[in-house]
């Protein structure tokens, strides 16, 4: 995991972060380590100027190229999920996105894989990552219907975006009784699912969290 002091990087005002993190309490979010980095993560530095007054909402905002900035109850949410299952040392995101979920995750695990098949966005992440001294994040153009098979097995995996079935490759990709946070579902009906692997066998446990909205998870590489 990685501690970074955002001290000085375009800071908001507390008052508007501690609202933000009162609201993610009363949802439900109880994990102190998850709110902690929530709230010192300057969400608005993952937004385009004109949107940066609207970061500290819990609500999905626009990033450009029909993707999103995903609520922050959903990011603590999956994040929690994903951390209740013990330490993480390797975790695999799917859809790199504004790079936002995965400074999160950074900052609670030892390693961080992500995949974004849309490269300005990916290029921007990036970016964000090194001026925050990001040094365990590994950020790289795919399909992120195929996960990152040369840096599997992960401990973790979660994926921003939904298919509409639970893609085998992301499974085998799982290490033994590792976990996977993923919507599934088609636009009109999604609902959260956690996977984990039982053990090192091929055998799998699903439970259906809750429902949410997500950008589909399609395929193919934009440049």
Known sequence: MNSIDFAGIGMTSQRTRERL???????????????????????????????????????????????????????????????SAGPMRRVLEIGTGSGYQTTILAQLVDNVYSVERIEPLLKKAQQRFKAFGLNNVYASLSDGAFGCQQNAPYDGIISTAAPQSIPEHLLRQLAPNGTLVIPVGNGASQSLSVIKRMGASNEYDEEIVEKVKFVPLLSGVIH
Do not use: C, W
Not at 43 to 69: C, K, M, N, V, W
């Open 21 to 83: 993190i009162k609201r993610l309490e009363e949802q439900g979010i109880s994990n102190q380590a998850v709110l902690d980095v929530i709230k010192r993560t300057p969400r608005h530095l993952f937004l385009d100027e004109a949107l940066a007054h609207r970061a500290y909402e819990d609500t999905a905002l626009p990033i450009g190229f029909s993707q999103t900035l995903s609520q922050p109850y959903i990011v603590a949410r999956m994040t929690e999920i994903l951390l």
